[in-house]
């Protein structure tokens, strides 16, 4: 599809490595535009990018600069992300608008898993997932990202749900998604 190598841009150092086989971690980059302020946000990715590196993996950040998805960021794309005042957080459902129309943004966690199963890049860590927020049960306000876990076939290695969120529910809610995906399997096979 000519227009998937366009939306999507990989790094030559991650596709090289992806091409041989090597080890490669996804990154998300909300926690660069949304999570902390410049310059420690340029500060802390080059600190995990090379965490990786030194363990053996090649980094992958991914991040959505002018309606175009990079997969693995050079310095002054990190440097572009983390400066800017005007990106946006882009999820699974904010994808199409953000692209379309051209806008710069830091992928979240069901972000990022798009684009690394669309890259083939099958491990992605991050701190912490979103979850169920406090009051969800009245707001039913979920993250995208529980859903994107069922969805999408990209290892999600994390410390756990981020703590300002309701755990309890969240871990309700990864349990029932994970019985009703069990359930749908089990009854497709009989």
Known sequence: DAHADTTFRIQPSVEEALAEGRPVVALESTIITHGMPYPQNIRM?????????????????????????????????????ATRKDCVKVSRRDLPYVLSQGLSGGSTVSGTMIAAHHAGISVFVTGGIGGVHRDGENTMDVSADLTELGRTPVAVICAGVKSILDVGRTLEYLVSEALIKFTDLYFRRL
């Open 45 to 81: 990715a080059n600190e995990v990018e090379e965490i990786v590196r030194v363990n053996g993996s090649v980094p992958a950040t991914v991040g959505i600069i002018e309606g175009k998805v990079h997969i693995g960021l050079r310095e002054e794309e990190l440097k572009f992300l």
